[in-house]
């Protein structure tokens, strides 16, 4: 892990101390649902939710592995979808990549690919806009984790989902193009990171990992 993505997670699990109760209330499903993979020595696949698959998210795919390679957590995969195909948005790929991520865009077009390194010795995340019907998203064993209420109301089914965790962010979209944009994207992408870190912390401290 690059030394700088590193600084940042240990910045967010130094803030999990502020995380708020009923935060707390809502990632408690997401800690025993991987608590109990783990133990079980079955993989982790976590789907992010949202409408357009732009923002958080992107985010909370990203961070969620890379609090899982900081604790070390074996077998955790992570997706993100959407209930419709936009684009990753600059936004979110400026405060991902302030925080230590390398990215590269792989594709030209209205919906470009992106490769996010943390490492030079473990494979890029991949980021694209897509539903949650795409080929890249495993068809069974999902827990869908909705970050928006919008697609966590208009979204009644994710197919392949084992459980559904409702854990929503404000929407930073509403800062695009003022003067308070980038410190809003650094904060959602600050808060996802803390969030997930704190998840993974959990399962560290309790779960049986041979």
Not at 44 to 66: E, K, Y
Not at 125 to 138: A, G
Not at 149 to 173: F, H, L, Q, W
Request: include cysteine; glycine fraction near 2%; charged fraction near 15%.
């Amino acid at each position: 892990m690059y030394p700088s993505i590193h600084t940042y997670l240990t910045q967010c699990l130094a803030a999990t101390q502020q995380i708020p109760n009923d935060r707390i209330q809502l990632l408690r499903p997401a800690v025993d649902y991987v608590r109990q993979k783990i133990q079980t020595h079955t993989p982790t696949h976590l789907l992010f939710v949202c409408t357009h698959n732009s923002r958080r998210s992107h985010m909370g795919q990203v961070w969620s592995a890379l609090a899982a390679a900081y604790f070390q957590l074996p077998h955790i995969l992570t997706y993100s979808a959407g209930t419709e195909v936009t684009a990753c948005h600059p936004n979110t790929l400026h405060a991902l990549q302030s925080a230590g991520l390398r990215i590269t865009r792989e594709e030209n077009g209205t919906n470009p690919f992106y490769h996010l390194k943390y490492s030079d010795t473990h494979a890029p995340l991949l980021c694209f806009s897509k539903t949650y019907h795409d080929p890249s998203i495993p068809k069974y064993g999902l827990a869908a984790i909705m970050t928006c209420t919008d697609a966590d109301e208009n979204c009644p089914v994710i197919e392949g989902s084992e459980i559904r965790i409702s854990c929503p962010y404000a929407d930073p979209k509403v800062y695009d193009q003022t003067v308070e944009q980038d410190q809003q994207y650094a904060e959602r992408c600050f808060q996802i990171a803390t969030e997930w870190i704190y998840v993974m912390q959990q399962v560290k401290q309790t779960a049986s990992i041979i």
